[in-house]
């Protein structure tokens, strides 16, 4: 019976026994530098920047980003969306799992290795590591030492910056759904909300425990995208390999050596792919689920390979098919599926913001009254109005009604709409009775800002009256 070093077995018949539970050793990651290291750090910062500075950006007077659930009202740049866009959401999450399918089955999984959040502020707590105690081998020193002044300021330098990117990262987070000043001067002279205070103290520990303490267990184990991943794969999607053609047999030598005589691969088993990777697996394994594509294996294979004098590429970002016959295909049918549909859902998307009017008019007839009532020699319908002004601004709104008959607008009297406002107006519609020769007919109700005579919207409904005379 042999063991694998995460405790995995294998007997004499060939079956393997796999420990379904990680084990509790600590990761050491060896610092590394590279290609897609600096790729990492570039496509990490710019998303960063934007997370931390788009709550302090003012437009019209208000954050760029606030989802103001109190008065549930979503904030976005220069548009403002209330329940009832509900749909935006919906078709926005659709989008981005679609983009993610689309990513997925070209290059795999990008998205986790350089700029899921995990990976970002996992790569923010590990520069801390390696800033107060240094590379791998000093903190594996440091840790089996004992307890001492120098290990306690070090220690205590580590921790405390990241309770810092913590806090940070919290009030950053909570400053999207309370404006980030109000928040940092309630902070500051303790007269903080106690909702806000329990969130920023909440997401300041979560952000402490997942960078800090189980980086490589929300990848494994709490992430959902590790679980489906693999069925977006084909031969043809871009990930990171290592080949093993090349590879094997692998086993230690000097760099004078001549491999091809001692019949060994390019692989010199110095395990420096399984020190650098931020979920300590071993990529020789072949594909696994927990793989994030980073690409730090990459870096760390081709720094060896270029000390031994050997072709980079070991490991590398390729595609199953490309190792064992030399090709692949870029434009296949899931591929162009999946691009096709993200395409007409971003075009439907887009051209549906883009028509988005900035007023609603419902109409909804007066069940406390009866079809019709005639008062004089008009017949009347009876509507409520419910005017929600999606502007940004306050408009006051007229009313006007149009049809094959000559309808008249009584009872409406022109308010002010806040934005976001909803007004509940109840409004008549008349019309002579000589006049109107049908039970039923349609009219149309239009509103149009007063200010602005770009910003109108009309609904159609049905007016009834009483039969014809004659009939």
């Known amino acids: 019976m042999t063991k694998n070093r995460h405790g995995d077995s294998e007997n004499d018949t060939g079956i393997r026994y796999?420990?379904?539970?990680?084990?509790?050793d600590k990761v050491y990651m060896r610092r590394i530098t590279g290609f897609y290291q600096r790729l990492r750090r570039y496509t990490g910062l710019p998303l960063l920047a934007?997370?931390?500075l788009m709550p302090w950006l003012i437009i019209d007077g208000r954050p760029a980003m606030l989802f103001d659930l109190p008065e549930r009202r979503f904030h976005v740049l220069w548009l403002s969306f209330g329940p009832q866009d509900g749909m935006?959401?919906?078709?926005?999450?659709?989008?981005?799992?679609f983009l993610l399918f689309t990513v997925t089955v070209l290059v795999g999984r990008v998205w986790c290795g350089f700029t899921c959040p995990q990976t970002v502020w996992t790569q923010m707590f590990i520069w801390a590591e390696f800033l107060c105690e240094g590379d791998r081998n000093k903190r594996m020193k440091l840790d089996a030492q004992p307890w001492s002044s120098k290990k306690v300021a070090r220690k205590g330098a580590k921790h405390g910056?990241?309770?810092?990117?913590a806090l940070v990262t919290a009030l950053t987070f909570v400053g999207y759904f309370v404006p980030i000043r109000e928040l940092l001067v309630g902070l500051v002279t303790i007269d903080i909300h106690p909702v806000a205070a329990f969130w920023v103290f909440f997401f300041t520990a979560a952000t402490y425990m997942n960078a800090g303490f189980m980086r490589e267990q929300v990848c494994k184990y709490m992430c959902p995208y590790a679980r489906f991943q693999s069925v977006m794969y084909d031969k043809d999607t871009l990930t990171v390999f290592y080949n093993y053609i090349r590879g094997e047999p692998r086993g230690p030598r000097k760099p004078t050596d001549d491999r091809h005589e001692k019949g060994l691969g390019d692989c010199i088993d110095c395990s420096w792919c399984v020190q650098v990777c931020p979920?300590?697996?071993?990529?020789?394994?072949?594909?696994?689920?927990?793989?994030?594509d980073c690409g730090l294996c990459v870096d760390a294979c081709n720094t060896v390979m270029d000390r031994m004098n050997y072709p980079r590429g070991l490991i590398s970002f390729t595609t199953e098919d490309a190792i064992e016959h030399g090709h692949t295909r870029v434009f296949r049918p899931r591929f162009l599926a999946y691009g096709a549909i993200l395409a007409v859902m971003l075009g439907v998307f887009?051209?549906?913001?883009?028509?988005?009017?900035p007023v609603g008019l419902d109409v909804l007839r007066d069940r406390g009254t009866r079809l019709y009532r005639i008062s004089g020699h008009e017949v009347e319908n009876v509507y409520t109005l419910k005017i929600n002004n999606k502007d940004r601004e306050t408009h006051t709104y007229d009313l006007t009604v149009s049809g094959e008959y000559p309808f008249e607008v009584e009872g409406y009297r022109a308010l002010p709409v806040e934005e976001g406002e909803?007004?509940?107006?109840p409004v008549r519609v008349a019309v002579p009775r000589e006049a109107l020769d049908e039970v039923k007919t349609s009219v149309t109700l239009r509103i149009e800002a007063r200010d602005d005579p770009e910003i109108f919207t009309e609904h159609t409904t049905t007016f009834i009256g009483p039969a014809p005379r004659g009939h």
């Not at 910056?161 to 990117?165: E, H, P, R, S, V």
């Open 279 to 292: 979920v300590d697996i071993d990529i020789r394994d072949g594909l696994q689920a927990d793989c994030i």
């Open 161 to 165: 910056i990241w309770l810092a990117i």
């Open 18 to 24: 796999v420990n379904l539970y990680e084990a509790d």
């Open 422 to 425: 909803i007004l509940t107006v």
């Open 350 to 357: 887009a051209y549906s913001l883009s028509e988005r009017l």
């Open 50 to 52: 934007g997370f931390l």
């Open 88 to 97: 935006y959401l919906a078709w926005l999450l659709i989008i981005a799992a």
